[in-house]
């Protein structure tokens, strides 16, 4: 499983993410050059080292992802099975995706004053309505409509089908999640989150205050309250 992260960190300067010497999104030139350190009388050359995107605990979802999606298909002799066996793929994925919405609307409300950008997000807190109430009021457009624009229009329709097939697993509907979902979450993984990338430089980058999204929430709040 390709992972779309490798590589990439967030511009110091408009916090946009890319892997690139030039941020595409601003030019800022990142100084790639080996640093020169001096240990007990020795120079050493040190490469430069950057953090990357995202923080480790979202790796560790898109290996449980993959270890989930090989897993065999499970057939029963007795009977035929309406549902995955490998359901979690879709639930882990819709974790994931929660995930990166929150550090996407974190990273693009950081300029507003005060604790507005908490309390729009208490006014929103459900993923449907940040993807398309929220979206709208900032945007003019929502989460769906922007991301068919970059040219995802498969994606745009699987997530919203991974949405309505993980709202009904949750409320008591197993067959929600069947085989050929799963499958169709795993083909299109890599794609989805290459998507979030461009959408993120489209929309969340520029701001005077700079939220990668590696960054935790007891990370931010440190920073806030400090003087």
């Known amino acids: 499983m390709m992972s779309p992260w490798r590589g990439l960190m967030h511009c110091p300067e408009c916090n946009g993410i890319h892997g690139d010497a030039i941020c595409p999104v601003c030019g800022y030139a990142f100084d790639n050059q080996p640093q020169v350190i001096v ?16 923080p480790w605990s979202t790796y560790l979802i898109l290996e449980r992802i993959k270890i989930e999606g090989e897993r065999s298909r499970i057939t029963s002799s007795d009977r035929a099975e309406r549902f995955s066996h490998r359901f979690t793929v879709v639930l882990l994925f819709w974790t994931l995706f929660e995930v990166l919405v929150d550090g996407f609307y974190r990273a693009a409300l950081a300029d507003l004053p005060g604790q507005l950008d908490e309390e729009l997000l208490e006014r929103f807190p459900s993923i449907g309505g940040r993807l398309d109430r929220l979206y709208r009021r900032i945007w003019q457009t929502n989460f769906w409509t922007d991301l068919k624009a970059e040219g995802f229009v498969e994606e745009a329709t699987l997530l919203l089908r991974i949405q309505k097939a993980r709202n009904a697993f949750v409320h008591g509907d197993p067959e929600a999640i069947g085989d050929d979902l799963v499958d169709a979450t795993l083909a ?23 939220v990668p999204i ?14």
């Open 214 to 227: 590696w960054q935790s929430a007891q990370e931010r709040a440190s920073l806030r309250s400090a003087p």
């Open 39 to 54: 240990v007990d009388g020795v120079e050493h050359l040190v490469p430069q080292a950057t953090q990357g995107a995202i």
């Open 188 to 210: 299109h993984l890599e794609n989805v989150q290459k998507a979030w990338i461009i959408l993120f430089n489209k929309r969340c980058t520029g701001r005077r205050q700079r």
